[in-house]
Each structure stands twice: as C-alpha cells, then as structure tokens.
C-alpha cells in the first residue's frame, strides 16, 4: 500500500539502510532486545498492519517522512497531510504489540526497574505533572471529584491526588509498576483498562480522566475515546498530555532538540499534530475545551522538559462538530516544518540549539570545568 505513496524522506539519516544499519546509543541489553525487535519484524514473527490515520483522512493523503525508528528499526512513518499527524504505518498489530509490551518494552527502553529506591524516586517524580494538572483543570474540580489516571504506572500521580483529599484510582497494565506502587503505600491501583475495575470500582463514574504520555501509545486511540465515554460524569472531562513535535526546535531535552528522529520509536504509534487531536475528539464527540503547550516539568526527568500538548476534552452534548476549520490549513504545514527544523538541526542553528549554546558561553565555569576533564 505505501508502495503508492509520495515520499519526502526527512534526511537521508531516516532512510533505511541495510547494509549500513543505523547504530543507536544504548546498551547492550537494549541492543538485544532492539535485535531481538527486529528479527520478529524480518521473520513475521510480528505482523505489521496498516491504519488509516484517526483523523479519517485518506490515505492518499499520507507521505512517507522516515524508514526507521530512533533505535533503527525499520518502521515507517508518515505524515498526514489532512492533520499533520505523524504515525508509524504499518504498525504492530495486537497480538505482536501484546508481546512488546510484555516481554520487550521496559528493558528496551532501559526502564526496567528491580531496584526498590529507584521506584521511590520515579513514584516521586510523577507528582510533577500531578500539580500542573490540578492547576490546568483548577475550575472544573471540587473536592468531592472523582479521578482515574489511565496508564498510571506506579501511580505516582494517584496517590498525589490522594494526598490533595480527591477520591483518586488509577489503572495500568503493567504489572511490574502497579505492584511497585502498592509497595509504596498508593491504594486504588487497578490492573488493566476502565472496563476490567474490580467490583467496588464497578458502575463508577469519573469526574476527570486523565492519560499522561499514554495516548500516543494507543494503537486505537478514536476508538478509545468512544469508550470510556460511558465512564465519565455528565459535566466530566479527559485530559490528554501527548509529546508536540511541532514545536522541538524550541526547548526541550538536549538530544532531542529539533531532533525529529528522537520521537519517532516503536512504542508510539502517533505523534498527533494539535488538528488531529482536534478531529479525533470531534469524532469521538467531544469538545476541545482547553489547550496548553509547554511541559510538565524543568526538572523531574530529561524528557519531562520536552514540548507537550495539554489538551482538555469532554462529552460534547449537541453533537455538532466544533472542528476549527483554521486548523486545517495550518496542518499541512507539520512537513514542511519538520524539513525546515531537520535542515537547522543539521547545522546546529534550531532555536534550542542555540539558546543551549548561549547559556552554556553565560556559565564560564562549565566550560573550564570541561576544558580541565579534557585535560586530565
Ligand atoms: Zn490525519
């Protein structure tokens, strides 16, 4: 099906190369499982399927943007021209994403955690997005509000939310984490999605539901919003944090500023423009009701100061389509931006980069304390 396809490849860095594979920067144990990845791939061990893109664009309207993902993988990606989404396509289907994430995910991308304290600290490190949600949603909560956090991990953010007084659970599949959690003390951690919670969850409804760096995961996400619907107040609301590739010039963490490359890995199916999230909650019949861009944190993690989407949603109850048609025409310019930002990136010129620089040239002890480690 891509065969047909246009392709603008990125920079010859995202074609793929088989005699020259691309070499990523990890570890051995990740490189194994990167291998391990890419024999499933080559042996259909692990079938790739297509998807249209959620925005309901034709395909026709996609354009092949890289042949790799971030650890060399052989991953399509393609933008759609419609929205400006990007997305892997074909794309693992169930069976073959059920193993990933199972067997692969964690040690692959080095978070596999054993060690108790390191759970402590990431338990900890959640409640910094915790504290910027309750300020983004502040006017639609009262202290009788009941939250889930979809994809909560550990549940860091739960037992945040716990602390503030709100009647919080939060539900992963992840196994591992949600045991990790219970160890340090949060309560209301449930295994599975909305519609496996356990009998006293059973017939709840949230007032806020919300999914922090998990709906770019989502290998259905229109399908996802249809559904937990039904789980929500009549004035609740969803909140969606996703990564915002339209703006990784900017700021961000420092190997993936103006770094396409960086966000584009096997996990994330979707690295949804601010239109195709418009389009897909439209769709699902919701109503964008609040946008942010920025981060969730300074400091907590590397990643956490990259560019994000902060998107509020809810159940729009006059079933008319509120899609921006200004949008639209600003989508068709995420390639044309992401060639531009590839062109500066190459040069060291994107704004971040250089903003980087400056800072550094603004602190001299940095650099002789680096001049000296040279020297040494
Ligand atoms: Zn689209």
Redesign the pocket.
Known sequence: MNATLERQIISPRYEFDSLNPYQPSVSKTQQNFIDKIKLNIDNNSYTLQHSA?????NDS?DVIVSEIDRYGIPLTSVV?N????VRFDPYLDEESLADFYTNMYRKMYAMDVDDSEDYGDYIASQSSYSEKLLQFISDSLTPASRLCEVGCGGGGSVKFMQERGYDAIGCDYDVAALQAGRRFGVKHLYYGDLSALPAEQKDAKFDLIYLHHVFEHLDQPLKFLQDIRQYLTPNGKIVLIVPDISRIDQFGHLPALGNLLMYLHIAHKYNF?VD?LY?IANRAGFSVENMEFGSSSKSSSPWSSSPEIWMQISPNMTQESTTNLELSSR?SKMLKYLQRTEALFSLGLCRGQIAYKLSALASPNKIVSKLRRMMS
């Open positions: 893109c959620p925005c309901e664009a309207e759609c419609r929205c400006g989404t423009s195709g389009r989508s």
